[in-house]
């Protein structure tokens, strides 16, 4: 089992910045990659970033060049720095961890890009 608790969302003009937290315990060892999704109202949960355990990193299209993914493996938090923020970028983000194929969800913190 793990338990995941991500932080850091809230509320920022379109072009400002967040950094979101992601503090995973449990079965911390058995964790190959963590990763931070999102939801938006009326849409289908996608993923944003994803980092495993050998450094390798995915991005979606839409947040390339602008959002930044960190692992710090001593402190098992997993970070996903947000740049030039844009109205789009609007949704509940969603820390994931994945254990053997086995998907494991933070409770979601909401982010909102607004003037």
């Known amino acids: 089992q793990v338990q995941l608790v991500e932080s850091g969302g809230g509320l920022v003009q379109p072009g400002g910045s967040l950094r979101l937290s992601c503090a995973a315990s449990?079965?911390?060892?058995?964790?190959?990659?963590m990763g931070w999704y999102r939801q938006a109202p009326g849409k289908q949960r996608e993923l944003v970033a994803a980092?495993?355990?050998?450094?390798?990193?995915n991005y979606a299209d839409s947040v390339k060049g602008r959002f930044t993914i960190t692992r710090d493996f001593a402190k098992n938090t997993v970070y996903l720095q947000t740049n030039s923020l844009k109205p789009e970028d609007t949704a509940v983000y969603y820390c994931?961890?994945?254990?053997?194929?086995?998907?494991?969800w933070g409770q979601g913190t909401q982010v909102t890009v607004s003037s």
């Open positions: 980092i495993t355990n050998g450094g390798s990193i």
């Open positions: 994931n961890a994945q254990v053997r194929g086995v998907d494991y």
């Open positions: 449990g079965s911390i060892f058995s964790i190959y990659t």
